[in-house]
């Protein structure tokens, strides 16, 4: 990519994907910027899972969306328990960083992928407790969002349809 701005412009939620396999190194990568993403109090309230068994992959697909069918590989991102410090914050300020903190690091995710030649989907629709148990997770846990990653069958970026700026955006001067 040519610079950032570039790469936002060219990450798009992608709806089709080609049914190729992502290379693990390449998630790797994705991982490492979620790493290195910012949370209150530092909390990095969160672990990764990584699906890129085939079997699996499929399974994931049934509790999530069918569009995701063809997805190289899906990263399921489970909330950990925040840091007593971030609970501390989070009570004194009566906001839950942590959500915040989830939301940032799908995007650093999305991001890398994107960078890397891959496209995602960030998916908040998908049977949470059947995820859980097929991929081993305590039901204590919450998983917040899936991600499914791979490579779209069509590479022409479509335009964005977003508010004006003059709609979500004042200056106090």
Avoid at 137 to 145: D, H, P, Y
Avoid at 156 to 167: F, T
């Amino acid at each position: 990519m040519e610079d950032f701005f570039e790469l936002v412009l060219n990450r798009e939620s992608c709806r089709s994907y080609k049914g190729e396999p992502v290379k693990k190194e390449d998630l790797i990568k994705c991982i490492e910027t979620a790493r290195l993403a910012p949370s209150a109090c530092n909390g990095q309230p969160w672990k990764f899972v990584i699906v890129t068994n085939d079997k699996i992959i499929e399974e994931c697909v049934k509790l999530t969306q069918p569009f995701t069918k063809n997805a190289g590989a899906f990263i399921i991102i489970v909330e950990e328990k925040p840091s007593f410090q971030t609970k501390i914050v989070n009570k004194f300020k009566e906001q839950d960083y942590t959500q915040v903190d989830i939301g940032i690091v799908t995007s650093h995710i999305c991001l890398a992928a994107t960078e890397l030649g891959m496209s995602t989907c960030m998916l908040g629709w998908f049977n949470e407790k059947k995820i859980k148990e097929l991929l081993n997770i305590s039901v204590s846990k919450r998983v917040r969002l899936v991600i499914s990653v791979g490579y779209a069958t069509n590479q022409e970026v479509k335009p964005k349809k977003r508010k004006d700026l003059s709609q979500i955006l004042t200056f106090v001067e």
